[in-house]
């Protein structure tokens, strides 16, 4: 069985990692069978989180590049009713959030005061007591840095919330009132959709992004869907 190894959830997410979350979400839709461990990064095969152990032992890293490897190796069939044009809009509709939506949500959970203060004691449960505050404050000022080396905080505070309600009208409109993404039934880029933007729905502390899904209830229907297709025991 295939060994999804992850960190825990809140706020009704199945992982505080919208990466973690893809990954679980696309096997659930690919009925794949597996079993979540707790992820630790010193085993992780690229660094990050999520990482899988396949049934011979094999470690893999990188949310897509398992899926991708996943859908090889079972004969996934998720995608074999897209046609050209709709897998082409599932790479640049996925780069997009995984690019760019993303890391605005890092800004709001990581950068902000007030995401950070709800944001702490969900992820100081991730590390070793007496320690954990010490080594969150570090974990702060890494992703800071990582947030200006990727370009998104350099911006200001309102041209991020910008970016981010413009990504979530965008993915909206392609939506439109189709049941999934492309159609009548999922594809894999629902898992990332899904992933991103309940990571922002769900957040305590509102933000842009939770403002602007809330004026997009075909979105928010489409979110409901997506749950409840991948976690039907759950209603």
């Known amino acids: ?33 597996f079993e979540v461990k707790p992820a630790s990064m010193s085993a992780a095969p690229k660094g990050k989180i999520p990482y899988i152990k396949l049934e011979d032992g094999t470690l893999m890293g990188d949310s897509q590049l398992i899926i991708e490897h996943l859908t090889q190796r079972y004969g996934v069939q998720l995608d074999t009713w897209l046609g050209p044009a709709q897998q082409a809009q599932s790479q640049v509709v996925r780069r997009m959030l995984e690019e760019g939506t993303y890391w605005c949500l890092v800004h709001e959970r990581w950068d902000t005061e007030a995401g950070f203060a709800a944001y702490t004691p969900v992820f100081l449960k991730m590390l070793p007591p ?81 403002a602007e899904l809330a004026k997009h209830p075909n979105v928010v229907a489409y979110l409901e869907r997506v749950r409840k297709k991948a976690w039907p025991e759950e209603g």
């Open 130 to 210: 007496v320690i954990g505050s010490l080594i969150l404050g570090q974990i702060r000022r890494d992703v800071r840095s990582s947030l200006k080396a990727q370009g998104t905080g350099r911006h200001k505070p309102e041209e991020i919330a910008g970016i981010l309600r413009a990504d979530v009208a965008a993915v909206a409109d392609l939506i439109g009132d189709r049941l999934y993404f492309h159609g009548d039934q999922p594809s894999s880029v629902d898992a990332t959709i899904y992933a991103m933007l309940s990571g922002l729905a769900s957040f305590p502390v509102p933000g842009a992004g939770s």
């Open 1 to 33: 069985m295939i060994q999804l190894y992850s960190v825990p959830g809140a706020w009704g997410l199945p992982s505080v990692s919208p990466f973690c979350t893809k990954l679980e979400t696309w096997l659930r839709l690919a009925q794949l069978r």
